[in-house]
């Protein structure tokens, strides 16, 4: 919205700050300025219209210059003479179908109206505040949309089908061709203006192209009504068509205007048009008027609200310049009226005055002060402080954390083999790459080794990220915390693998791998189930090779992927408990069992342990072996073994007996050793 | 042999072992040289021999002279001893240099995302202020993001938002604020919070325009909490973030969850006022927009407005992590790109 410094001097006289000096202190008291410039001999301040959301007095001159009058401590002058209405009955007949979304509607008509071109200044001024000037009469009505704000219209009276002006709402089918030469096809959501054959306007924001002024128009019947907000704004967005008429009803107007608009119109035909003639009084058609209910202010409140001391004339002073009225003065509070121009819908608690007063008094002159409060140590989420300590043992491991994009589409999670539709879809996507959430952060990883082959021969990157997962009904998806790894190497071989499951294991110390049957996307004979205790985490492969050469990338990736929450559940209810340490020696010795290529190291390991029971003080796996003199599908895999006793130390008797019943227990199971 | 002879032979001892010590080009040498005159069976011993026949004061005598033919020998042969052992010591070590400019083998750190650096920096703060720290899911439900927000359904504040829709009503949360109803409903007042997380705006990506970002809602609920507290509380913060001392001011800012309503600038760190780019050459910089509780907020979370209040701020993590590396293209925070990532 674009103000003029010269329109805003002429409602508050003797105005003699500075433009830019002004512009800073609106932005600081008022609304956001986002530029000044000089236009002319007059200054144009810019206002940006989100930070007029709120306030649809804004939208005015009239509004910000009572805001200039409050903050300069100077008077507004209100250009609004109500005794230049004419007398007497209005000549236009109004009906109004439903008062809710029509609260009211005024209506005047002039004639003996000459169309022709407004004088220059009027001209210039409308245009520095981005209005074309079309001629007098719409030129008017421009004028008192940017001053009041009241968008106002005017209809060739000799136009209009029969007598009575009908609000009501569209048919089904009904169509307008409206001012900027569209045709916009209606329904009856549609809030439209009729004579008795149609619509003539689309309500509060267009024009019909049928019955507008032309240089041939003499009679005019100008429209100054009062429309509801959502509608005029669900039509807007539903045609497309935002004007500046639509854009100040959507923000809830003044119903008093429409009157005050009409008075304020026929004073300026006294300059736009001199020879037009009001014929009949104003018609005034509407509901009765809401006052706004007063609003009882403690003084207490303010002073707890803004943490500052403001003495009672201040207050009194900084409400009053900015229209509201204090009807009941008495100890401790004040009972304010509200305007109605604030009353539509910015201000209805004591709240809402709470801002009024802290932004005239200015914000800067209220001091920091920390708050008296109980000390008291906050709550603490431990999956929270789990992800930061993976986090940064990702990290400390070389790996760089990557952010992905929580949207997928069906192209990257096909790859996988994931099926699309069982991925929540996004309605409204403004790309196809955000047409799904994901529901794996397998795909984001990809993409990552993808964008960095180019660049690197080795990285290693991960993610915490949450997979996306539909509800049951209407419930909410089930976001699951998840922890995506990867290791890619342009030479890589299986020794990654062990690289990552180092990683693994330095970050989940126990985590377990089995084998298991891979996926599509794994590697069929390098995959397994990562374990914890009992329950199930997540998994650890090498990516199936084919995914890497279907886009042309050499090399290997091993991939990690745990579900967090199931770890951080599981981490919650780990403690630590001290074993005390040994009080006699241990006896040590070395251990070589043979066993089938295929046989799982870990197997070994585990038998080795329950054979050697409550003797074992701990073992420790050194190599594993094929080859000469081993016959072909054998291995040979070495462990060192520490034995001891809890009262004593061992004797080379004792340490001898307890290997060779180990040995004999693994022989029982079917290990022969090298011995 | 007489006491002369006996004399004469110790002093030739004396006289040609200490040549022989100085005349050793080895360990080796030194020690034969040694073994030869003060051995066992080396001359001295032979010459302590013959000592026996003397006379008692003639043994007396040449005894003294002997033992101080050893000492003088034994000492000589010590410090040529040890000349010797620090020249091989040095040697060895010299030997040894190796080229300390060498790269060393081996991993290096990765590193965590510049966000994450910032988000846990700032948990950190607000944890050491008393706030806990929440997390809420990135679908949420209308009434949590908008209608619990005191943004209701006809509110042109939903205009503002572009929202990416689900299919079955649910949305992609479109700040954090929906965590403060969470935390109220969850925890109850009195209450202190900050909620970080990634939120979602249904628009097209540039260099300055994301659709997916990261924000950090903070929000106190106590008996007594007004704008001079929320002012302490942006200082602190500030100060924190930014390392030093920040200039700040409140400007009228209107969001429907807060009255009132701020937004919160800094004083340009740029130009530290005086105008400049960065700062459109107003001197300030929109920073968090912020405010008081609006009551409507509190009582639509079973909190009774007029017994609390509290204070809320929104603060753009994405921007702030912009800000302090300096990062000019918004697209490389979530490009995986390790040349970028790489750099914190």
Same mark, same amino acid.
């Given at each position: ?94 009906? /109004? ?5 029509? +609260? ?57 089908? &029969? ?43 267009? @024009? ?50 429409? /009157? ?11 300059? =736009? ?6 014929? &009949? ?43 509201? @009225? ?12 509200? +305007? ?6 910015? /201000? ?50 070389? =790996? ?60 290693? /990157? ?150 050697? @029971? ?12 094929? @080859?000469? +003199? ?46 | ?58 043994? %007396? ?25 620090? %020249? ?14 060498? #790269?060393? #083998? ?45 943004? #209701? ?42 909620? #970080? ?114 204070? %809320? ?32």
């Amino acid at each position: 919205m674009k103000f003029s410094y010269q329109w805003l001097s002429e409602l508050v006289p003797g105005l003699d700050i500075e433009p830019a000096a002004l512009e800073r202190l609106i932005t600081t008291k008022t609304a956001e300025c986002e530029g000044i410039e000089r236009v002319a001999s007059d200054w144009i301040i810019e206002i940006d219209n989100k930070s007029l959301t709120h306030r649809p007095d804004l939208w005015g001159h009239i509004g910000m210059a009572r805001e200039v009058a409050a903050i300069t401590g100077r008077s507004l002058r209100d250009p609004v003479e109500l005794s230049a209405l004419p007398p007497g009955e209005g000549r236009v007949r109004v009906e /109004i179908e439903d008062l809710a979304l029509c +609260p009211r509607y005024s209506a005047l008509m002039f004639e003996n109206v000459r169309v022709e071109p407004s004088p220059d200044q009027i001209q210039a001024r409308l245009d520095s505040i981005g209005l074309n000037s079309i001629n007098n009469v719409v030129d008017a009505t421009n004028y008192v949309l940017a001053e009041l704000p009241q968008p106002m219209h005017a209809f060739d009276a000799d136009k209009l089908r &029969g007598d009575v002006i009908t609000v009501r709402a569209a048919r089904q089918g009904e169509q307008l061709v409206a001012l900027n030469g569209e045709t916009y096809r209606l329904d009856q959501a549609d809030l439209v203006i009729a004579d008795v054959e149609g619509p003539v306007a689309l309500a509060g924001v267009i @024009g019909g192209a049928e019955t507008a002024i032309s240089e041939r128009t003499s009679r005019i019947i100008l429209e100054s009504a009062n429309f509801q907000p959502t509608r005029v704004r669900l039509t807007s967005a539903r045609h497309k068509l935002r004007t500046d008429a639509s854009i100040r009803f959507e923000k809830s107007l003044d119903p008093e205007n429409t /009157i005050r608009g009409l008075a304020r119109i026929t004073k300026l035909f006294q300059t =736009f048009a001199p020879q037009a003639r009001p014929s &009949g009084g104003v018609t005034d058609r509407g509901a009765e008027l809401r006052v706004p209910a007063p609003i009882v202010l403690p003084l207490s409140f303010v002073a707890q609200k803004l943490g500052a001391n403001l003495d009672r004339a201040e207050l009194v002073r900084i409400l009053t310049s900015l229209g509201f @009225g204090i009807s009941e003065d008495s100890p401790g509070f004040l009972t304010v009226t509200i +305007p109605s121009w604030r009353a539509t819908k910015d /201000i209805s608690l004591k709240d809402d005055l709470v801002e009024e007063i802290g932004r005239i008094f200015g914000y800067d002159n209220i001091a920091a002060s920390a708050p008296i409060v109980a000390c008291v140590p906050p709550p603490v989420d431990p999956a929270r402080l789990y992800f930061r300590r993976i986090r940064s043992q990702l990290a400390a491991q070389g =790996f760089t954390e990557v952010h992905n994009y929580s949207f997928t589409e069906a192209r990257e999670v096909e790859r996988f083999s994931f099926d699309i539709a069982t991925h929540i879809a996004v309605a409204n996507p403004i790309a196809s790459n955000l047409s799904h959430l994901r529901r794996s952060l397998l795909p984001g990883i990809f993409r990552n080794i993808e964008t960095n082959v180019r660049n690197c021969r080795e990285f290693r /990157i991960f993610e915490i990220g949450s997979e996306i997962h539909a509800g049951q009904g209407n419930a909410l998806p089930n976001e699951i915390p998840h922890l995506a790894a990867a290791l890619y190497n342009v030479q890589g071989d299986e020794q990654d693998f062990f690289e990552l499951k180092r990683v693994l294991e330095c970050v989940f110390p126990a985590a377990r791998l089995t084998a298991v049957a891979a996926r599509a996307y794994e590697h069929p004979a390098r995959t397994a189930e990562v374990k914890w205790r009992d329950t199930v985490l997540g998994r650890i492969f090498e990516l199936h090779p084919s995914l890497l050469e279907a886009v042309g990338i050499e090399g290997r990736a091993v991939v990690l992927d745990v579900d967090l929450r199931t770890a951080s559940h599981l981490a919650e209810r780990e403690t630590v408990q001290y074993a005390p340490l040994r009080k006699y020696p241990t006896s040590g010795f070395d251990l070589s069992v043979i066993a089938n290529l295929n046989t799982p190291v870990a197997e070994i390991h585990d038998r080795l342990v329950a054979v050697a @029971g409550a003797d074992l003080a701990s073992i420790e796996f050194i190599r594993q072996y094929a @080859g000469p +003199p081993l016959v072909f599908g054998q291995k040979s895999v070495s462990y060192h073994l520490e034995v001891g006793a809890a009262d004593h130390t061992l004797t080379a008797d004792e340490a001898t007996e307890i290997r060779n019943r180990i040995i004999a227990g693994m022989r029982q199971a079917n290990f022969e050793l090298r011995v | 042999m007489t006491e002369a002879a006996l004399n004469a032979q110790l002093e030739e001892l004396r006289r040609a072992t200490l040549a022989g010590f100085a005349s050793a080009v080895s360990l080796e040498e030194l020690e034969s040289t040694r073994v030869e005159a003060l051995g066992r069976k080396g001359t001295l011993a032979q010459i302590s021999k013959n000592l026996a026949k003397l006379l008692p004061e003639e043994r %007396a005598r040449l005894g003294k002279l002997l033992n101080a033919v050893k000492q003088d020998l034994e000492q000589e042969y010590a410090s040529k001893q040890r000349r010797f052992e620090q %020249a091989a010591l040095a040697e060895r070590l010299s030997r040894e240099w190796i080229d300390v400019s060498l #790269p060393a #083998p081996g991993l290096r750190p990765g590193s965590l995302h510049p966000v994450t650096q910032v988000q846990q920096e700032i948990e950190d703060l607000f944890t050491s202020l008393g706030f806990a720290v929440l997390e809420g899911p990135e679908v949420e439900t209308e009434e949590h993001n908008f209608d619990a927000l005191n943004i #209701p359904p006809t509110h042109p504040a939903r205009d503002m938002q572009d929202t990416f829709w689900l299919a079955n009503g649910h949305l992609l949360r479109t700040h954090t604020s929906p965590v403060q109803v969470r935390g109220m409903r969850k925890f109850g007042p009195p209450l202190r919070l900050i909620a #970080p997380g990634r939120t979602f705006r249904n628009e097209e990506v540039d260099a300055s325009h994301e659709h997916t970002f990261y924000q950090l809602e903070g929000m106190m609920v106590d008996r007594d909490v007004s704008v001079a507290n929320l002012i302490y509380f942006m200082r602190t913060l500030l100060a924190s973030v930014f390392k030093r001392e920040v200039m700040l001011r409140l400007r009228p800012g209107y969001f429907p969850f807060v009255e009132p309503g701020f937004e919160l600038d800094i004083r340009c760190l740029i130009c530290d006022g005086s105008g400049c780019a960065v700062c459109k050459q107003s001197g300030w910089v929109e920073l968090l927009p912020c405010g008081l509780v609006h009551p409507n907020v509190l009582r639509m979370s079973d909190i009774d407005p007029d017994e609390w209040g509290g204070f %809320a701020f929104g603060l753009g993590l994405t921007r702030l992590a912009m800000m302090r590396y300096g990062i000019d293209d918004i697209r490389l925070l979530q490009s995986g790109d390790l040349r970028f990532l790489t750099q914190f």
